[in-house]
């Protein structure tokens, strides 16, 4: 399950596509799976592999993918919450046992109800009296279920039972192992699902959701501030207003959190650029607000936007073929 990268951008966006599949399957049914740790262990080794290679490219395909579609949510979902996970992990310096241990309970919180996850994703009849109290129950569940597999690690086993409870505020440093995790692992799930689209609702911006968080006391701390050192308050995938009136995508993360590097894909008329217009450090329009994905209707080359960012030397002549717009021509 290890990604290889003979062209380094080549095969990424197949590559996340593989990962969230395998998981997919792996959580779908996961009682007729032998080897379900062993298993859960590899797709971890392959997320870093993916996060390792480039995490700006990383993190452009988890946003772009997270924002743009309810299809698979459950999968998706995990994929982004462990992503997130193991970034932060590093800054918030977490011993490594613990840094697995999140990463397996984010990849598995939900495990009891990968199904009906994505059903109410799609769904757009309020909850069933059923469907919500599944929903109630899914964390002593999921953790049920772990343990048929013949889980044995006690914090992962806990922290996914306890990964909706609100704990009080505290720093992270004083807290117990289990509590640390839970505080992390809750901040991820509720960021994560802010930003992600239902059939009900749209997605949020990744700065309207990082507003909501601090509205709630027990995600107003170190963690929200890490998610902003680490991914940015426009991260990459994400799309921002700028104040000389264009809309533009964000490719990579810059020396600030709210200086990302950025590429305008509409003009002030709303018409689409193309080619879109690289804006480098220093002779760039300023960031006015984040947008949500569901206010644009653009059609991007993932592959392309994600090679784009890890070369911005190359400039606007690289641009050309990044973007795909229905019935746009060459200006």
């Known amino acids: 399950m290890h990604a290889r990268y003979d062209e380094p951008y080549e095969d990424l966006l197949g590559l996340w596509s593989d990962l969230e599949s395998a998981l997919s399957v792996l959580l779908t049914d996961p009682l007729r799976i032998p080897g379900f740790a062993i298993k859960l262990h590899q797709i971890d080794l392959w997320l870093q592999d993916l996060i390792t290679q480039d995490t700006d490219a990383a993190l452009y395909l988890m946003f772009q993918r997270a924002s743009s579609t309810t299809v698979g949510y459950s999968s998706s979902h995990a994929v982004v919450c462990a992503g997130l996970c193991h970034i932060l992990a590093k800054a918030l310096n977490l011993p490594q046992s613990e840094r697995d241990t999140l990463i397996h309970a984010s990849l598995t919180m939900n495990i009891s109800m990968t199904l009906l996850q994505n059903q109410l994703a799609e769904q757009r009849a309020p909850l069933s009296s059923t469907q919500a109290e599944a929903v109630k129950q899914h964390p002593q569940e999921s953790r049920q279920v772990l343990e048929r597999l013949m889980v044995r690690d006690t914090l992962w086993l806990e922290t996914v039972q306890h990964h909706h409870v609100v704990l009080p505020p505290a720093p992270l440093a004083q807290l117990p192992p289990l509590a640390r995790l839970v505080r992390i692992l809750g901040t991820v799930d509720r960021y994560a699902a802010l930003i992600s689209p239902r059939k009900t609702r749209s997605g949020r911006s990744a700065l309207e959701s990082l507003q909501i968080l601090q509205q709630g006391q027990q995600y107003a701390d170190e963690v929200k501030q890490a998610l902003i050192d680490v991914v940015g308050l426009y991260p990459p995938g994400t799309y921002v207003q700028l104040d ?9 993360r810059g020396k600030t959190a709210d200086e990302p590097q950025i590429a305008s894909v509409i003009d002030r008329d709303g018409s689409s ?10 002779r760039r329009p300023a960031i006015q607000s984040a947008l949500a994905r569901s206010s644009l ?3 991007l080359d993932l592959r392309s936007m994600a090679q784009l960012g890890g070369h911005s030397s190359r400039g606007n002549a690289a641009l050309n073929r990044v973007i795909k717009l229905p019935g746009s021509q060459p200006r």
């Open 244 to 252: 000389n009136g264009e809309v533009a995508v964000v490719l990579r």
């Open 273 to 282: 650029l193309y080619p879109p217009i690289w804006h480098l450090d220093g």
């Open 297 to 299: 209707t653009l059609d």
